[in-house]
């Protein structure tokens, strides 16, 4: 798409506020409206998107927006109706149309125009943080896990993404961060130890600590340089990852030198030890730990959506 026709997008979506009518809706306008144009061609009759009775956008059932999303990888869902039952949906579509008709875009410009709605979506949804319930009943090992749960059903929507890898890393980050009065480094989490000339995730002393949901090779092999190197190596991992780490570390010959845990007992283990398992400190460590989390988060990755409310 030329440069002029992006800024024209984008000074339609800010002088119109089309995108502050509800959101879910005029998103869902933007994404149907420009598959209609991308099957259909240009010009568009907007009575021709109505449907019969004249009271709703045809295009704008949930089908066909999660159709046109399935088609970028995600499964979440942008909204249960589409849009179609929002009462501004009608004047969205007859807005979008005019605009489409003037601004008169190419069969590649149309598609690059798909593509702008879809990373608006995708903003929209990474807008959305993660939410804690802290239930004074409830172990501290089952909130952790809540948050996890949590991520592995967003991680699962989201094709190719490692965002249960990235929360569990900063959560350990966090916690390290505060037992040793920010004695830790620090990076984003889809950042490799070979690029930055780490021994690991976090180095403290003689200890490198590797944070990770699946064990590979790879990471063992880290581990084996970091004893050849005369570190301490820590492996920390959740579920079947246990297993596959003592595994590997077998296949490596170190089962007897690498210190594997379980990151959700880790975590948990030190809320405790925090708080000097003292009830009234127990929150108040948790969301020291917490807090820390999300200005990690808001330092080193770009999706804020990994936050947690």
């Not at 059932?61 to 088609?71: E, F, Y």
Request: net charge negative; proline share 3%; charged share 25%.
């Amino acid at each position: 798409m030329s440069p002029n026709s992006k800024k024209r997008f984008n000074d339609f979506i800010e002088e119109s506020r089309f995108l502050t009518k509800g959101v879910k809706g005029p998103l869902a306008v933007g994404l149907t409206v420009t598959r209609y144009a991308v099957k259909n061609g240009l010009p568009i009759d907007p009575a021709s998107l109505l449907t019969e009775k004249g009271g709703q956008v045809a295009t704008l059932g949930k089908s066909q927006v999660q159709s046109i999303l399935s088609d970028y990888g995600i499964a979440q869902v942008l909204a249960e109706e589409g849009g179609r039952t929002s009462r501004g949906s009608i004047g969205n579509m007859q807005e979008y149309v005019a605009f489409l008709n003037e601004l008169n875009p190419n069969q590649d410009e149309l598609k690059d125009l798909e593509s702008l709605w879809v990373d608006k979506v995708k903003a929209f949804f990474a807008s959305k943080p993660l939410k804690l319930h802290f239930d004074p009943s409830k172990s501290m090992n089952t909130i952790i896990k809540d948050i996890l749960s949590q991520a592995e059903h967003r991680q699962k929507q989201i094709q190719g993404s490692t965002i249960v890898g990235a929360i569990l890393q900063h959560l350990i980050g966090a916690k390290l961060d505060i037992l040793t009065n920010g004695g830790v480094k620090h990076h984003g989490a889809n950042v490799a130890d070979e690029q930055s000339g780490r021994a690991g995730d976090f180095l403290i002393d003689d200890v490198s600590i590797h944070v990770t949901t699946f064990p590979s090779e790879a990471v063992m092999r880290k581990c084996a340089n970091n004893l050849g190197a005369g570190l301490r190596p820590i492996l920390l991992t959740i579920g079947k990852g246990m297993q596959i780490a003592e595994w590997q570390a077998e296949q490596f010959g170190i089962e007897d030198r690498i210190d594997i845990f379980d990151a959700e007992q880790f975590l948990a283990g030190n809320f405790y030890e925090l708080g000097s398992f003292a009830k009234s400190k127990r929150e108040v460590t948790a969301r020291a730990i917490f807090e820390k989390y999300n200005s990690l988060i808001e330092q080193y990755e770009t999706d804020q959506s990994l936050k947690i409310e």
